[in-house]
């Protein structure tokens, strides 16, 4: 331990509680190299003199702070990133020479982005929103930049509308708020003056949007690309990420709760999973199809507000990515981090989807006004991890700097050893897809159904689904303050699904039904149901990577509890002990139990499942905390499974809960451990 020492003598506070360095290379330094000397107090004219402008380490310090910031994305501000890996399966060589994926086995970096659009950098993680779902796979051949969403389809079909679009979702320009919500006028005035938005309002009412984690989410790539093979013979693609752990979503009363209890619930989970060992893990899935399959279509593959239905084209798994690392730094990965859909690699193609044009624009332009500098790919988190060469030079922050003299192609400097050429062998090229027509501003009359898969949407849903988004909307439109959006919200409804419409308008307290919206073709109510748009028809079959919360006492039974952490860690599954003091708690054994959070910082929002695993005196003191009470009422409310003692009746007792245990709350014993841990994979009880 060093000795406090006091800087150059001064008498000032704060010097007193700062260590001398212990070895050399600990010795504080400006940005230039100079050795500090004292980091605390400011060079001045006398003991309480004004400071002195020739104090550089105060105007270095000062200056750098000043200027910390850089301007954060537009949309997708709020996000957060990991490393990893994608390990491809091999079996798509055949139709793509993309290097990543020949060989089965073989593995690429990759670092990943998670996001929501709206809010600013520091909205809460469980706003109602789409998120950002972006991919950087640094291959041998350059990078390859997925930047998709967790919802595989979009608002608009032509990106000229991108702005309008998210003008729209953010603050209102004049009153600056609300923050990282859509439930507003202006989202919802754009939105029912837009046909085409309807298919993705349908996913992003849905809970889809409010996901119970990063880890369980799916990822789509929405456009259709194409994967070109090495006789150059091309096929259509869209590319799927399956969350291995399968896919979970919050209640929306529970998003509303999170976001206060812990507004950072997604990047901590993420965070905290990686640093456990518990590595979240996606499979990326391909539907490729060909030009015969587009053409016959009910829809415009172009077209980024329609999917295909996986039972129309399965999705065949290509290989699997696995989050293992979390960032150094935030800023210099997360932040820094420069995704461009125009990042595209030999084997993959672009097609001529509007929006996606738009975006292969657009990347590239935003990153020069975040980072400030053409050279942005120089930053490690955005170089390519394969050899580069070419014969861009100079701009702000150059840090790759070829030595010699050829900076110009065709050059004679054959003898120099930096003297890149492009390769019409191993070089991309693009496909050469026959293009004709007039130069005109049109949308294709293949784009104008905009409510038939909507419609399919909503009607492959679950009735619990279905209530869901009927209430999502409710929700939304009554933020909504001037009637005529609302109604002409309803009247779209009623071109995707009658008793939806009447619905909304019912709880909305509409006293008169509009008419539907005209539409330009007529929609088909008619296309078959698709399970794979269900999240509850495809349930995860484990609760490994959930968390259970705990809620302990002294003297509580501890036999009861080690069954029930073992049956735990079996499955793969997290826990934390929310108890009366933060120390934790000292069983009926008297062993001492480590807590992890105090009974008002630890909300069964946070969870999910939980456990009362208290005597009954430690039951009769929580019934006097009205955070115990809404720990046991919130997880009841939630539909979520509630493990018990018999000695926590007084709590149930005090919350009117005792007369309505029903199969979704299971007692624990000393050996149902293993009975609970099943009985809670199906994560909710959703008969209560
Ligand atoms: Fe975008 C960021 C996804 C349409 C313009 N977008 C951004 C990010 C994701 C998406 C995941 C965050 C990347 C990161 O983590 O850094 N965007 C999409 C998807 C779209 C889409 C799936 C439709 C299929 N975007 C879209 C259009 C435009 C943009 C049509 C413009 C014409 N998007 C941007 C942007 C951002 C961005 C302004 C903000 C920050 C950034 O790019 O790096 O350029």
């Given at each position: 331990?060093?000795?406090?020492?006091?800087?150059?003598?001064?008498?000032?506070?704060?010097?007193?509680?700062?260590?001398?360095?212990?070895?050399?290379?600990?010795?504080?330094?400006?940005?230039?190299?100079?050795?500090?000397?004292?980091?605390?107090?400011?060079?001045?004219?006398?003991?309480?003199?004004?400071?002195?402008?020739?104090?550089?380490?105060?105007?270095?310090?000062?200056?750098?702070?000043?200027?910390?910031?850089?301007?954060?994305?537009?949309?997708?501000?709020?996000?957060?990133?990991?490393?990893?890996?994608?390990?491809?399966?091999?079996?798509?060589?055949?139709?793509?020479?993309?290097?990543?994926?020949?060989?089965?086995?073989?593995?690429?970096?990759?670092?990943?982005?998670?996001?929501?659009?709206?809010?600013?950098?520091?909205?809460?993680?469980?706003?109602?929103?789409?998120?950002?779902?972006?991919?950087?796979?640094?291959?041998?051949?350059?990078?390859?930049?997925?930047?998709?969403?967790?919802?595989?389809?979009?608002?608009?079909?032509?990106?000229?509308?991108?702005?309008?679009?998210?003008?729209?979702?953010?603050?209102?320009?004049?009153?600056?708020?609300?923050?990282?919500?859509?439930?507003?006028?202006?989202?919802?005035?754009?939105?029912?003056?837009?046909?085409?938005?309807?298919?993705?309002?349908?996913?992003?009412?849905?809970?889809?949007?409010?996901?119970?984690?990063?880890?369980?989410?799916?990822?789509?790539?929405?456009?259709?690309?194409?994967?070109?093979?090495?006789?150059?013979?091309?096929?259509?693609?869209?590319?799927?990420?399956?969350?291995?752990?399968?896919?979970?979503?919050?209640?929306?009363?529970?998003?509303?709760?999170?976001?206060?209890?812990?507004?950072?619930?997604?990047?901590?989970?993420?965070?905290?999973?990686?640093?456990?060992?518990?590595?979240?893990?996606?499979?990326?899935?391909?539907?490729?199809?060909?030009?015969?399959?587009?053409?016959?279509?009910?829809?415009?593959?172009?077209?980024?507000?329609?999917?295909?239905?996986?039972?129309?084209?399965?999705?065949?798994?290509?290989?699997?990515?696995?989050?293992?690392?979390?960032?150094?730094?935030?800023?210099?990965?997360?932040?820094?981090?420069?995704?461009?859909?125009?990042?595209?690699?030999?084997?993959?193609?672009?097609?001529?989807?509007?929006?996606?044009?738009?975006?292969?624009?657009?990347?590239?332009?935003?990153?020069?006004?975040?980072?400030?500098?053409?050279n942005f790919t120089h930053l490690p988190i955005n170089a390519p991890k394969c050899p580069f060469r070419h014969l861009q030079q100079d701009g702000h922050m150059a840090m790759h700097n070829p030595k010699g003299r050829v900076n110009y192609e065709p050059n004679s400097w054959q003898q120099d050893q930096y003297n890149p050429r492009a390769c019409p062998?191993?070089?991309?090229?693009?496909?050469?897809?026959?293009?004709?027509?007039?130069?005109?501003?049109?949308?294709?009359?293949?784009?104008?159904?905009?409510?038939?898969?909507?419609a399919q949407f909503y009607r492959s849903q679950t009735e619990i689904e279905q209530i869901h988004i009927q209430d999502a909307l409710t929700f939304e439109l009554s933020k909504v303050e001037t009637l005529a959006i609302r109604e002409r919200m309803v009247s779209h409804l009623l071109n995707i699904d009658k008793k939806l419409a009447h619905t909304v308008?019912?709880?909305?307290?509409?006293?008169?039904?509009?008419?539907?919206?005209?539409?330009?073709?007529?929609?088909?109510?008619?296309?078959?149901?698709?399970?794979?748009?269900?999240?509850?028809?495809?349930?995860?079959?484990?609760?490994?990577?959930?968390?259970?919360?705990?809620?302990?006492?002294?003297?509580?039974?501890?036999?009861?509890?080690?069954?029930?952490?073992?049956?735990?860690?079996?499955?793969?599954?997290?826990?934390?002990?929310?108890?009366?003091?933060?120390?934790?708690?000292?069983?009926?054994?008297?062993?001492?139990?480590?807590?992890?959070?105090?009974?008002?910082?630890?909300?069964?929002?946070?969870?999910?499942?939980?456990?009362?695993?208290?005597?009954?005196?430690?039951?009769?003191?929580?019934?006097?905390?009205?955070?115990?009470?809404?720990?046991?009422?919130?997880?009841?409310?939630?539909?979520?499974?509630?493990?018990?003692?018999?000695?926590?009746?007084?709590?149930?007792?005090?919350?009117?809960?005792?007369?309505?245990?029903?199969?979704?709350?299971?007692?624990?014993?000393?050996?149902?451990?293993?009975?609970?841990?099943?009985?809670?994979?199906?994560?909710?009880?959703?008969?209560?």
């Amino acid at each position: 331990m060093a000795e406090s020492f006091k800087y150059g003598g001064n008498k000032g506070s704060g010097g007193e509680l700062h260590q001398k360095p212990e070895a050399d290379n600990q010795v504080m330094t400006t940005a230039q190299g100079c050795p500090v000397s004292d980091d605390q107090n400011s060079l001045k004219a006398g003991e309480r003199g004004p400071t002195l402008i020739e104090d550089h380490i105060l105007r270095e310090k000062l200056f750098h702070f000043d200027h910390e910031r850089i301007p954060e994305r537009v949309v997708h501000a709020r996000g957060y990133g990991a490393h990893g890996h994608f390990e491809s399966y091999g079996n798509v060589s055949e139709v793509t020479c993309a290097d990543l994926f020949q060989k089965k086995g073989q593995k690429t970096p990759v670092f990943v982005r998670f996001s929501t659009v709206a809010g600013n950098k520091g909205s809460p993680d469980l706003a109602r929103d789409v998120r950002g779902f972006a991919v950087k796979f640094y291959t041998n051949e350059g990078n390859w930049d997925l930047v998709g969403n967790n919802i595989p389809v979009f608002f608009i079909q032509d990106a000229i509308k991108f702005p309008d679009l998210i003008h729209s979702a953010k603050q209102e320009p004049d009153r600056g708020f609300p923050q990282a919500q859509t439930a507003h006028d202006n989202f919802w005035d754009f939105i029912s003056l837009t046909p085409e938005s309807m298919h993705m309002v349908m996913w992003a009412m849905s809970d889809r949007a409010i996901p119970r984690s990063l880890r369980f989410m799916e990822g789509f790539g929405v456009h259709t690309f194409k994967l070109v093979n090495a006789k150059g013979e091309e096929k259509f693609v869209k590319f799927h990420w399956k969350p291995k752990l399968g896919m979970q979503s919050v209640v929306w009363n529970e998003a509303l709760k999170i976001n206060g209890a812990d507004p950072d619930f997604h990047r901590r989970d993420l965070w905290n999973a990686i640093e456990a060992g518990d590595y979240p893990e996606w499979e990326l899935g391909v539907q490729i199809f060909d030009r015969e399959f587009a053409d016959k279509f009910a829809f415009d593959v172009l077209d980024a507000t329609k999917l295909i239905p996986e039972e129309e084209v399965p999705v065949k798994l290509i290989g699997k990515m696995v989050l293992d690392r979390v960032v150094d730094n935030f800023f210099a990965e997360t932040e820094q981090v420069a995704f461009c859909t125009q990042n595209i690699v030999p084997g993959i193609d672009f097609t001529e989807d509007p929006l996606l044009q738009g975006r292969n624009f657009s990347y590239l332009d935003t990153q020069l006004k975040r980072l400030g500098s053409p050279n942005f790919t120089h930053l490690p988190i955005n170089a390519p991890k394969c050899p580069f060469r070419h014969l861009q030079q100079d701009g702000h922050m150059a840090m790759h700097n070829p030595k010699g003299r050829v900076n110009y192609e065709p050059n004679s400097w054959q003898q120099d050893q930096y003297n890149p050429r492009a390769c019409p062998d191993t070089g991309f090229k693009s496909t050469a897809e026959p293009i004709s027509g007039s130069k005109l501003r049109y949308r294709s009359e293949t784009f104008a159904d905009h409510y038939s898969q909507a419609a399919q949407f909503y009607r492959s849903q679950t009735e619990i689904e279905q209530i869901h988004i009927q209430d999502a909307l409710t929700f939304e439109l009554s933020k909504v303050e001037t009637l005529a959006i609302r109604e002409r919200m309803v009247s779209h409804l009623l071109n995707i699904d009658k008793k939806l419409a009447h619905t909304v308008a019912e709880k909305l307290g509409l006293q008169e039904m509009p008419a539907a919206a005209e539409t330009a073709i007529k929609p088909n109510s008619k296309l078959n149901v698709s399970d794979a748009l269900s999240m509850l028809k495809n349930p995860p079959n484990t609760f490994k990577g959930r968390k259970l919360g705990i809620l302990a006492t002294d003297d509580m039974d501890e036999s009861i509890f080690n069954t029930l952490i073992q049956a735990l860690e079996k499955e793969g599954a997290m826990y934390e002990v929310i108890a009366p003091t933060v120390n934790g708690v000292k069983t009926d054994q008297g062993t001492h139990i480590k807590g992890d959070q105090l009974v008002n910082g630890g909300p069964s929002v946070l969870y999910d499942a939980v456990a009362i695993v208290v005597s009954e005196k430690g039951a009769e003191k929580l019934a006097d905390i009205p955070e115990a009470k809404d720990f046991l009422m919130d997880a009841f409310a939630h539909k979520k499974f509630i493990g018990y003692t018999q000695s926590a009746m007084p709590l149930f007792a005090e919350t009117n809960l005792k007369g309505k245990i029903d199969n979704g709350c299971i007692e624990l014993t000393s050996s149902n451990g293993k009975e609970f841990t099943k009985e809670v994979r199906a994560l909710r009880f959703w008969q209560r």
